[in-house]
């Protein structure tokens, strides 16, 4: 089959993709299916679909719809290729720390090992580290006793609370 009808028949069977910079309040990308988007931009069919029948903003700017909006017209929306280095900028300075602003930075020190001792950025991350759950570690990090030990080597500790910056 041709690549013409091969886009063709993308075309007919899927629907269009308009992807807004709330920054700029400009439409930024025109997409003609969203297998299309997956397939060159990098953002999953499944997230595609998430943030398309949401309200949420892909990123934290990005408005992704499948309806045309007149009043943020762009006459001249990006190339693919424009839209991808966008698109890496956007995630290369997005900070997670502003969109999860009660992340806990633990000193998790290892009392059996100390070598083990580390500092983990948040309560996910050590859980992780430790193959652990992390209602349970939120727990013994609460209870604020230096004599109750995780697994009975690891002692707790908060030491920096991330806030939100304006």
């Known amino acids: 089959m041709s690549q013409e ?9 899927g629907f269009g993709i308009y992807i807004y910079d709330i920054t700029t309040r ?12 997956a397939d060159h931009v990098g953002i999953h069919r499944s997230t595609i679909l998430r943030y398309s029948n949401s309200d949420k903003l892909f990123l934290h700017r990005f408005h992704i719809v499948r309806d045309y909006i007149p009043e943020l017209v762009n006459r001249e929306p990006l190339t693919i290729n424009q839209f991808i280095e966008l698109l890496n900028r956007v995630r290369k300075d997005f900070d997670k720390a502003k969109i999860q602003p009660e992340r806990k930075t633990i000193l998790a020190e290892n009392i059996v090992n100390p070598r083990l001792t580390k500092t983990y950025p948040s309560i996910l991350s ?13 727990n013994y990090i609460k ?13 707790l500790r908060v030491i920096k609370t991330h806030s939100k910056e304006n």
Not at 5 to 13: T, V
Not at 145 to 153: A, G, P, V
């Open 143 to 155: 209870s604020s006793s230096d004599e109750k030990l995780y697994r009975k080597q690891w002692r």
């Open 5 to 13: 009808w091969r886009d063709f028949f993308r075309k007919s069977r």
């Open 126 to 138: 050590f859980a992780k580290a430790v193959k652990g759950d992390r209602t349970t570690i939120r």
């Open 26 to 37: 400009k439409l930024v990308f025109i997409s003609d299916s969203i297998q299309y988007l």
